[in-house]
Nanobody, 126 residues
C-alpha cells in the first residue's frame, strides 16, 4: 500500500513558478515509478511528467512540460517534486501524483497507476 499527499499548489501569475510536492508512505515506494498528472473539470487526467524508481532516475515529460517543468525525487524523504517554471494560464488544473508498479514503458497511461493522491489546485492568472 502506498499513500500519497500532494502540496504546493496555489495561485501564481503567468511566467511565475511553483514547486509541487508529493509525500509518500509505504515500504516499497522507492520501487515505484512516480508520475504527475493534471486534470481539468470534465476532461481526462493527462500525463505531465514521470520519474523511474529503484534509483534509476530516468525522467519522462509531456511535450507541454518539456523545458519548463522538472520532476525529481528524494528517496531519503520519500518525496517527489514537480518544479514548474514559466507557467501559463493553460497550466491551470488540479495536479495529481500517482504511483505506478509495472512496465515503465506505460508511464503516461493513467490507467496503469495503482495509487493517487488527493490533488492540489494550480491556478495561473494572466
Amino acid at each position: 500500500q502506498v499513500h500519497l499527499v500532494e502540496s504546493g499548489g496555489g495561485l501564481v501569475q503567468a511566467g511565475g513558478s511553483l514547486r509541487l510536492s508529493c509525500a509518500a508512505s509505504g515500504r516499497t515506494f522507492r520501487s515505484y515509478l512516480m508520475g504527475w498528472f493534471r486534470q481539468a473539470p470534465g476532461k481526462e487526467r493527462e500525463f505531465v511528467a514521470g520519474i523511474s524508481g529503484s534509483g534509476g532516475g530516468r525522467t519522462y515529460y509531456a511535450d507541454s512540460a518539456k523545458g519548463r517543468f522538472t520532476i525529481s525525487r528524494d528517496s531519503a524523504k520519500d518525496t517527489v517534486y514537480l518544479q514548474m517554471n514559466s507557467l501559463k494560464p493553460e497550466d491551470t488544473d488540479v495536479y495529481y501524483c500517482g504511483a505506478h508498479w509495472g512496465p515503465q514503458s506505460r508511464y503516461a497511461d493513467r490507467k496503469e497507476y495503482q495509487y493517487w493522491g488527493q490533488g492540489t489546485q494550480v491556478t495561473v492568472s494572466t
